[in-house]
């Protein structure tokens, strides 16, 4: 057998195996490393517990009502709906799995859920006892360029503001009205995804938005289930007393003046004690 036989049928072969396989790992390789956004997945803060972790805890407070969760406002400004290719330093409107009004509603949902507050809790129950409306303000991930001494760092911001009203079904009476803004901030090396770190902390900011809110809710609806009647007819503001009438009683034997000091509006008494 000749020597070109020997090389084509022998070690040849193996050789010429090993060198279609080289082409076939290099374009693999290539696809990994030339194009990682098209492998990227779309940031999820509903399912993902990196970006928004909800509590392993519930309310041992339970109220017999159900309630739905609305977002009836997009009021964010016009740089916190820019599209891909406008984004700078920011995460833009594509880079979530669903729209941010659609996400907020449905994080709220979850956390009002998971609480155990409520008998139900669903954003489309249009005939439950309590509507929680929002309006959303501002929910914005942002970072800026930064140096600590030689060092290339990364801001990262993350900021949540929206304005929430619970309403009574039963009355049509608002229960509570109030805002709700929270901010975050972290620094990161420029080795790293700023995009997901930004993800996570306006996730902390809606975290701590959401917190304040239910604890609010809690405390109102405590003070009216002590009124049979308070969801309908709404919230008794508390009556104090005015500072003209504090130490007006009158006891027997003695008689009350007026204090010298003008600034004092308490009445003094005088005589025998």
């Not at 020997?6 to 290539?30: E, N, V, W």
């Amino acid at each position: 057998m000749k020597d070109y036989e020997k090389f084509s049928h022998g070690k040849g072969q193996k050789f010429g195996q090993g060198a279609k396989r080289i082409p076939l790992l290099l374009s693999i390789l290539l696809l990994f490393v030339s194009s990682p956004a098209s492998s990227k997945e779309a940031l999820d803060m509903i399912l993902n517990s990196k970006i928004y972790p909800y509590p392993p805890y519930s309310f041992k407070t339970h109220f017999r009502h159900s309630l739905q969760v609305k977002v009836i406002e997009d009021n964010r400004p016009h740089y916190e709906r820019i599209s891909k290719s406008d984004a700078a330093n920011c995460i833009d409107k594509s880079s979530w799995l669903e729209p941010v009004a659609v996400m907020v509603e449905k994080v709220l949902e979850r956390e009002f859920l998971l609480s155990n507050l409520f008998d139900s809790v669903s954003r489309h129950d249009e005939r439950s006892s309590l509507l929680l409306e929002i309006d959303l303000n501002s929910f914005s991930a942002a970072w800026e360029r930064g140096r600590s001494g030689l060092k290339p760092i990364y801001t990262i911001y993350g900021a949540a503001d929206l304005n929430a009203s619970l309403i009574s079904r039963r009355g049509g009476k608002i229960l509570l009205i109030k805002n709700y803004r929270e901010g975050t901030e972290a620094e990161i090396t420029q080795f790293r995804n700023k995009e997901d770190y930004a993800a996570i902390e306006v996730g902390k900011a809606l975290k701590r938005v959401a917190a304040r809110l239910m604890e609010d809710i809690t405390h109102h609806l405590e003070i009216l289930e002590a009124d049979p009647v308070g969801l309908k007819r709404g919230p008794t503001p508390i009556k104090k007393r005015s500072p003209e009438k504090q130490g007006t009683t009158k006891k027997r034997n003695k008689r009350t003046i007026p204090s010298k000091k003008p600034d004092r509006t308490v009445l003094e008494p005088i005589g025998p004690k």
